[in-house]
């Protein structure tokens, strides 16, 4: 029995269809894994013994695969959610403990038949967009380890499309999971925060944190998303009208019109070939029938500075501000940086910004309707890893022009590719609409972007 040439769930499925066993699968796995160290390291800080892995599917085997929707899929996690049997440090090992009880959407996950292979490396305590602030060692772009992977999802992203896993569980806050996707040519789903449950997870911003989808394909991203989501059990990490989310790529409402910022507001820090990347592909639009509207992204970018650079910080600091002052030797020095300045940020600050924050909010639902949505590079610049060990917080910051908005707007997103630069690297776009419009933006990635058309991840022989 050949084993499946991408870890796409329909191949998977197909695979145990027709005999396959899951224990050469995973095998197969592991010896991936091993393998791509030399040239992908520091893609896990801690991965499941193959021994243990055995046991599970020996557990598992004793029902079939039509009997668990996600029966015999591996996945990963990032190391700042919860997975019973299984540290948690969120890349700091001073931080480590060992939880009683997987996160919910791990154990729901888990219970439907997928099984875990281990938790991925990230920025420490989710502090970064771009990969490398982990004491693990930074985590390179699967295409290019001259590039940065994208954080703070970045070992999520990663073993996703290095084809180690079928998807990872990452999170997302400002931008961490959808900027790893598209510098490793995977989809990257940011459900409407407050849908999926983030109990279990190490928080970062803990009022607009959730957890985020890696994957192959739409398809397989929102079919993960749906079975992670949990409406019916009482939780405090939901938001109130959490039964209004839907996961599906069923028929939904033709899009009217997509928006797009002016030419005047766009930037891309100097890196002209991605300007012309996105440019080309909002004429291909607009020339295809689709309605391109423009508008005025100051209001969006100003949203995005109280996140990182504003008295939200004051949220991050909430969560791990205490460990970090009293961990200050087992911290990196970035992290703590950027954690100092909530000390400068009084309570008249936050309760202005939250005021800020609804006037801004306003101003996007004048823009866009159930029926249409926004289009924005998922990222402006290209990075090397050098560039980004000489200047970690101003190219950090430019990596997130598009991105850290989002959650604070309330909006739904998913980060498609769409191509690639002239040097091999992938370029991607994320589309975001209004909350609880995750299957729309799904449903236009596939029937009009074609993604699921497209082979994602690093090909593998």
């Given at each position: 029995?050949?084993?499946?040439?991408?870890?796409?769930?329909?191949?998977?499925?197909?695979?145990?269809?027709?005999?396959?066993?899951?224990?050469?699968?995973?095998?197969?796995?592991?010896?991936?894994?091993?393998?791509?160290?030399?040239?992908?390291?520091?893609?896990?800080?801690?991965?499941?013994?193959?021994?243990?892995?055995?046991?599970?599917?020996?557990?598992?085997?004793?029902?079939?695969?039509?009997?668990?929707?996600?029966?015999?899929?591996?996945?990963?996690?990032?190391?700042?959610?919860?997975?019973?049997?299984?540290?948690?440090?969120a890349a700091c090992p001073a931080f480590s403990y060992l939880?009683?009880?997987?996160?919910?959407?791990?154990?729901?996950?888990?219970?439907?038949?997928?099984?875990?292979?281990?938790?991925?490396?990230?920025?420490?305590?989710?502090?970064?967009?771009n990969g490398t602030r982990s004491p693990y060692g930074p985590c390179t772009s699967a295409f290019n380890s001259d590039f940065i992977s994208g954080g703070s999802s970045s070992g999520s992203a990663v073993s996703v499309s290095l084809h180690q896993v079928c998807f990872s569980i990452g999170t997302d806050t400002g931008g961490s999971g959808r900027?790893?996707?598209?510098?490793?040519?995977?989809?990257?789903?940011?459900?409407?925060?407050?849908?999926?449950?983030?109990?279990?997870?190490?928080?970062?911003?803990?009022?607009?944190?959730?957890?985020?989808?890696?994957?192959?394909?739409?398809?397989?991203?929102?079919?993960?998303?749906?079975?992670?989501?949990?409406?019916?059990?009482?939780?405090?990490y939901l938001r109130s009208d959490v039964q209004r989310s839907?996961?599906?790529?069923?028929?939904?409402?033709?899009v009217a019109s997509i928006l797009a910022p002016s030419d005047d507001d766009l930037e891309f820090f100097g890196n002209d070939e991605g300007k012309s990347l996105y440019l080309n592909?909002?004429?291909?639009?607009?020339?295809?029938?689709?309605?391109?509207?423009?508008?005025?992204?100051?209001?969006?970018?100003?949203?995005?500075?109280?996140?990182?650079?504003?008295?939200f910080i004051a949220d991050r600091f909430s969560s791990i501000g205490e460990f970090v002052q009293s961990n200050q030797s087992s911290v990196l020095a970035t992290t703590s940086t950027i954690l100092s300045k909530a000390t400068t940020v009084s309570g008249s600050d936050?309760?202005?910004?939250?005021?800020?924050?609804?006037?801004?909010?306003?101003?996007?639902?004048?823009?866009?309707?159930?029926?249409?949505?926004?289009?924005?590079?998922?990222?402006?610049?290209?990075?090397?890893?050098?560039?980004?060990?000489?200047n970690p917080v101003d190219l950090n910051s430019n990596i997130g022009h598009y991105s850290y908005f989002a959650n604070i707007l309330d909006m739904s997103a998913l980060s498609v590719p769409i191509g690639f630069y002239s040097n091999g690297m992938p370029f991607g776009v994320t589309l975001m609409g209004l909350p609880f419009r995750d299957s729309f933006l799904a449903q236009f990635a596939v029937s009009v972007l074609g993604v699921d058309n497209l082979s994602l991840g690093l090909s593998r022989s």
């Open positions: 029995m050949s084993l499946p040439s991408s870890l796409v769930l329909e191949s998977i499925r197909l695979y145990y269809q027709k005999g396959g066993s899951p224990f050469e699968l995973f095998d197969h796995l592991y010896r991936r894994i091993s393998l791509d160290q030399q040239e992908h390291g520091n893609v896990w800080i801690s991965l499941r013994k193959q021994s243990d892995i055995h046991s599970v599917l020996e557990r598992l085997i004793k029902s079939g695969p039509t009997d668990l929707p996600l029966w015999g899929i591996p996945f990963s996690v990032k190391d700042n959610i919860d997975v019973l049997d299984l540290p948690t440090t939880p009683e009880q997987s996160a919910t959407v791990v154990s729901k996950l888990e219970q439907a038949g997928a099984v875990c292979l281990g938790k991925t490396n990230l920025d420490q305590f989710a502090t970064g967009l900027i790893p996707a598209s510098l490793n040519n995977v989809v990257g789903l940011k459900p409407t925060c407050g849908t999926l449950s983030t109990e279990g997870l190490v928080p970062c911003c803990p009022s607009v944190d959730c957890p985020s989808v890696f994957a192959l394909s739409v398809a397989d991203a929102i079919e993960v998303a749906s079975i992670a989501l949990d409406s019916e059990r009482p939780d405090a839907t996961f599906s790529l069923a028929p939904d409402d033709s592909f909002l004429c291909q639009l607009d020339q295809s029938g689709l309605e391109l509207k423009r508008f005025d992204f100051a209001p969006f970018h100003e949203a995005g500075n109280l996140l990182f650079d504003g008295p936050v309760f202005k910004a939250l005021d800020r924050i609804k006037r801004l909010k306003s101003y996007v639902q004048s823009l866009v309707g159930p029926d249409s949505l926004f289009i924005f590079p998922t990222l402006a610049p290209l990075y090397t890893l050098s560039q980004l060990l000489e």
